[in-house]
């Protein structure tokens, strides 16, 4: 039986191929692509796609399609990376706002097509700097954000009408993400126009990274209010990326990490409806963020099966009629736990591997690690070889003058047809844990499976018992890691590292102190107790959040001031 949806038609046969293959060429025809040579190295010409020879069958071909076409396997666009190529996006962040803002500066001016925020840990915990639970810790792992004024430093210079940024920060992300926008108010910039992506994710730091702050229920809420607020005034900024590459560097495998990303995707999808919001509108603002680890295959297989799979349940479970809204738009980061401290040079060829393997896949945006990042955060020398390992896939190898090259590959189909299979085996399990469609459900079953999970310790020691199996192969040489199991001599001497001094975090400090003793107290009272009222009476809280932090109010002081009535939240052990 036919399928017409979004214009496709099921079915490997071979007119219904022909089809396919007259559809795509339309749209392909239709699109703009960029000026450049399509042609190989030797001035081969290359074709922008190819398929299955004309008058060919391939039973389970609508499975693989054409690129630009439900199910998305092949990508989101008609033309490949001919149309646009992927976003240079190198993730940094260090020191203080006005260290990184020249790391940012050099980034932009060396070839860099937009921004991603690393915070420090007291910032993606809710601390200040003056906190004693920030102690030894400020501007050591990103950069220190304490209120707008640190926001107006760090994008100083930096037009955030014109340039897309992206903040990796969970637990105090709608206070972060405020701030980002009254530093481009202060700039003059209209926010309706803004485009970036705020992570947000909370799901993710339950299962993995333990970043949170408050309990699961509340931290929905604001993610909640944020969505509705994007849909509202920022529509094209993206207030969700969903991210399985914490799930991944912590221990999962990749059909772990495909699972439990994309479930935790249809978890903000069933609390955007759950909210009465139209899929059609709210979806397109969802993106998601994934490791490009070591095992290249495998890696290009999970990204094509990922698209493949949020398309149908898009689709036929939550009832999306628009490709954007059935389009799933990712960032890549290369596998920072497939850095070694040994040999750190090697790493430098690992995250080229990996780079290609999401570019295969289809990445819309990738970073690219640096080679000393497992000791340390990256030099500069370090993280202008990271941003040239882009540029020399993009600029030297040939690889995106042709969507999805290695579609229709006997071993890449058979892996993503693999991965999605166990996926599904997962989603079952996740909304069976929450009662399926027997119970009723606050906000969705998939949403109840997740909540269940997380209490009950699921997601943890699947992921546990993943990374011990990895590691006891590591330890009788199955696996094997070059300059660590194998191939262990080496010539190479110490890396010079970036060192922060703790002068950083005196300096901070000490210009936090000067912030408090000359803003408006009175008025910072005045928006923290319109905040807490907010809280209690289930208003929408960006909008007092925003008055808060023009004010000067520090993220501390706006996250204790929710925490009041959301309360905290504590793991339960388990042995």
Not at 166 to 195: H, K, W
Not at 207 to 216: D, N, T
Not at 297 to 319: C, H, L, N, Q, S
Not at 477 to 506: C, M, P, Y
Request: with cysteine.
């Amino acid at each position: 039986m036919a399928n017409t949806t979004n214009g496709t038609t099921d079915g490997g046969g071979a007119e219904e191929i022909e089809a396919g293959r007259e559809r795509w060429q339309r749209r392909y025809d239709a699109a703009r692509k960029r000026d450049t040579d399509f042609t190989s190295l030797s001035g081969r010409r290359l074709e922008p796609v190819y398929g299955p020879p004309p008058g060919s069958e391939v039973p389970g071909f609508e499975r693989i399609g054409w690129p630009g076409e439900f199910p998305f396997t092949r990508g989101l666009y008609p033309t490949g990376y001919r149309g646009r190529a992927w976003t240079i996006r190198q993730f940094a962040g260090f020191g203080n706002a006005r260290q990184t803002n020249e790391r940012y500066k050099m980034i932009l001016a060396s070839g860099g097509g937009g921004l991603s925020v690393a915070f420090d840990m007291p910032t993606l915990m809710g601390h200040d700097s003056d906190s004693p639970h920030a102690l030894g810790e400020v501007g050591h792992c990103g950069v220190a954000i304490d209120s707008v004024a640190d926001m107006d430093l760090l994008f100083e210079g930096i037009p955030l009408g014109e340039v897309t940024t992206s903040m990796t920060i969970s637990g105090p992300a709608v206070p972060a993400f405020c701030m980002y926008l009254v530093a481009a108010e202060r700039q003059g910039a209209d926010i309706g126009i803004l485009n970036g992506t705020l992570q947000t994710d909370i799901f993710k730091e339950y299962i993995a990274q333990k970043e949170w702050l408050y309990p699961p229920e509340p931290q929905l809420r604001l993610i909640g209010d944020l969505m509705e607020y994007c849909a509202e005034n920022i529509p094209a900024y993206k207030p969700l990326s969903v991210s399985g590459y914490h799930i991944r560097e912590a221990g999962a495998t990749a059909a772990q990490e495909l699972a439990y990303t994309l479930a935790d995707g249809f978890g903000y999808v069933e609390l955007g409806l759950s909210r009465g919001m139209d899929v059609d509108t709210f979806a397109p603002g969802l993106s998601f963020f994934f490791d490009a680890h070591i095992d290249f295959f495998e890696e290009i297989a999970k990204f094509r099966a990922a698209r493949r799979i949020w398309a149908r349940w898009m689709r036929d479970v939550y009832g999306a009629e628009t490709e954007k809204a059935q389009w799933l738009r990712f960032h890549t980061q290369t596998a920072g736990v497939s850095l070694t401290a040994q040999q750190p040079y090697n790493n430098v060829v690992r995250t080229a591997v990996e780079a290609l393997s999401a570019v295969l896949g289809g990445t819309n945006s990738l970073h690219t690690n640096a080679l000393d990042e497992t000791l340390a955060l990256p030099t500069e020398q370090a993280a202008e070889i990271a941003l040239r390992t882009q540029q020399v896939i993009m600029e030297e190898t040939g690889v995106i003058n042709v969507a999805d090259p290695l579609g229709g590959s006997w071993y890449v189909e058979s892996l993503t047809d693999e991965i999605e299979a166990e996926a599904e085996r997962i989603f079952a399990h996740i909304r069976h844990m929450g009662g399926g469609d027997d119970v009723e459900h606050a906000i969705g079953p998939m949403t109840s499976g997740i909540l269940a999970g997380i209490e009950n310790g699921y997601f943890g020691s699947e992921i546990a018992e993943s990374a011990f199996q990895y590691q006891q192969a590591l330890e009788k040489g199955e696996k094997r890691i070059v300059g660590v199991n194998r191939h262990t001599a080496t010539v190479s001497g110490e890396l010079d590292i970036l060192r922060i001094g703790h002068e950083v975090e005196r300096e901070q400090r000490r210009v936090l102190a000067e912030r408090r003793e000359a803003r408006d107290g009175a008025a910072v009272e005045r928006t923290l107790a319109a905040l807490l009222e907010g809280v209690r009476s289930g208003g929408n809280l960006v909008p007092l959040i925003m008055d808060a932090a023009r004010v000067e109010a520090t993220l501390g002081e706006i996250c204790a001031t929710m925490g009041e009535e959301f309360g905290t939240y504590t793991e339960a052990p388990r042995f």
